[in-house]
């Protein structure tokens, strides 16, 4: 009598394979990566992000993220750093926290930016009565033009004409303008809506979200695969940008800045460096990743409600830097920002760190995406990073009347370490090939199947929307081979006819579960 299929998975479970030597595993997943340390934020911010993190029971590398990106968004429009006469470095921050599905990044993210849709709720209500009254004196003032237009084409009177033409022109320069609420964030945008945002937003403007959709527009989503890279990749850094339209007025932005704070799946990383621009124009170079270890599984599902207090000094600090007041115009090059100096002994720090790093860019290859993203964490990372710890301490006075001290700095620059040893993963990942890739999908579903052998159409069926061809596994199976982590075996001659076996594949003993009570297929 044959045995039926789950006689066969037990069977298969409990044959002990013979004892075989197997090479030294070569991981193909990241190295464990240090968390951040949440005590590196200042006061009110420290504590609205440990409180989140515990809330929402998720990394404090999503709520660090998220809650430093609400306050860049804030800090950026108003104050830039002077690092050293000469050199500024403007305080919006790219961050981009990755992490899988079902991590409540939607709800961290809320939170985080309640304040900013707050703020920009209340100069909505405060605007709204002058709105209307002026929306309703320009109306008045239209229909006044409309009427003497069409008296100004029935009259033959040249006097009269003149008359008429002059009134007209007063009234278009007595045309008032109509306020427009401010807008400070966005979660998704065209590339030309984003040009018009920044041009209302005082050239200031954040995105903010809990998705990776930014690469989509930037790949060309709403453009017809084109790439959307410049308006962009000046943003970073304050470049001016003149964007010349068909049909509408152009966008001109003398000095524009984005602050970007994602949390995308780690998946959307894989390949990025391939996309045509990402990597060769600095794109990528630009982002500050960290790359936390998934908490789900772990989880207590037991958590406390953030304090009110708390809550409210987070939400009143955002509130405070946004209604910093724009600098008075002056005629050097501060381009509208208030300039927070560095104390000597800040900038010595500052100054050893980057030496530091300029040894460590020695040994990386020039090709290497981390090489860029290294060098600008010498000087510009810290340098913003610093500014932004700066202004949330003096959230409530003038900060740009006090210089940054070397505590913030260290802090600063621990946050950046930090940072370092994230992003060379994190590039690792955007560069990967498509094959380690799929090796690593592999390597998932035999940890979850445990099976000590398999043969390759098994895993093709189970994995077919990863591998839709069988010849589509070769290529990770012989990299999960040459890593140790599996041999092909060759069936035994059977002395019949016929298509001879497929060969099977045994699975390291280190990389199975010992539990015999391991789910069934």
């Not at 109306?139 to 004409?161: C, F, M, P, V």
């Not at 800040?346 to 530091?356: G, I, S």
């Not at 016929?498 to 990389?511: E, H, M, Q, T």
Request: charged share 25%; net charge negative.
């Amino acid at each position: 009598m044959n045995a039926s299929p789950q006689q066969n998975v037990k069977l298969l479970r409990e044959a002990k394979p013979p004892v075989e030597n197997w090479p030294e595993l070569i991981t193909l997943d990241a190295p464990p990566l240090d968390p951040i340390d949440l005590n590196l934020l200042p006061l009110w911010a420290r504590d609205f992000a440990v409180a989140l993190a515990a809330h929402t029971e998720t990394p404090p590398e999503l709520a660090f993220g998220m809650v430093l990106g609400a306050y860049s968004a804030a800090v950026s429009r108003r104050c830039r750093v002077q690092v050293k006469p000469g050199y500024f470095e403007p305080c919006n921050l790219w961050l981009m926290v990755a992490l899988a599905s079902g991590n409540r990044k939607s709800s961290v993210q809320k939170a985080a930016t309640a304040p900013l849709l707050d703020w920009e709720n209340d100069q909505a209500a405060d605007l709204k009565d002058e709105i209307k009254i002026k929306t309703s004196e320009t109306r008045n003032i239209q229909s006044r033009i409309k009427h003497l237009r069409a008296k100004y084409a029935r009259t033959e009177d040249e006097d009269e004409g003149k008359r008429i033409k002059e009134e007209i022109i007063n009234l278009e320069v007595e045309m008032p303008d109509i306020p427009v609420p401010p807008r400070i964030w966005t979660s998704d945008a065209t590339a030309e809506a984003l040009g018009g945002l920044i041009e209302a937003g005082e050239e200031s403007i954040a995105w903010l979200s809990s998705e990776g959709g930014i690469f989509d527009l930037l790949q060309g989503r709403y453009s017809k695969g084109n790439l959307n890279l410049d308006l962009i990749l000046k943003c970073h850094s304050g470049d001016a940008d003149l964007a010349d339209r068909i049909s509408r007025p152009g966008v001109t932005v003398k000095n524009p800045h984005i602050t970007i704070c994602l949390s995308p799946q780690v998946h959307v990383l894989e390949g990025l460096a391939a996309i045509p621009g990402f990597a060769g124009r600095g794109l990528l170079a630009r982002f500050l990743p960290l790359l936390p270890e998934s908490p789900l599984g772990k989880r207590t599902l037991e958590t406390t409600d953030i304090p009110k207090e708390v809550r409210d000094k987070y939400k009143n600090s955002i509130h405070a830097i946004l209604n910093w007041p724009a600098p008075d115009p002056t005629p050097d090059d501060s381009n509208g920002f208030y300039d927070i100096k560095l104390t000597e002994a800040a900038y010595e720090e500052l100054h050893k760190f980057a030496k530091e790093i300029e040894q460590e860019m020695w040994n990386i290859d020039e090709k290497d995406p981390f090489l860029a993203w290294l060098s600008k964490s010498q000087y510009g990372t810290p340098a913003r990073i610093a500014g932004v710890l700066h202004c949330i301490k003096h959230a409530f006075e003038n900060a740009w009347e006090k210089d940054i001290t070397i505590e913030t700095m260290k802090n600063a620059l621990d946050i950046t370490a930090t940072l370092i040893d994230h992003a060379e993963v994190a590039m690792n990942i955007m560069v990967a090939d498509q094959e380690i890739v799929l090796a690593r999908t592999l390597v998932d579903w035999i940890k979850q199947k445990n099976f000590p052998e398999f043969k390759a159409r098994e895993a093709q069926r189970a994995l077919s929307s990863h591998f839709p061809k069988k010849d589509m596994l070769d290529g990770p199976l012989r990299i999960l081979e040459d890593c140790g982590y599996i041999k092909e075996i060759s069936p035994q001659p059977q002395g019949t006819r016929g298509r001879p076996p497929a060969p099977s594949i045994r699975v390291n003993p280190k990389l199975l579960d010992p539990s015999p009570d391991k789910d069934d297929i």
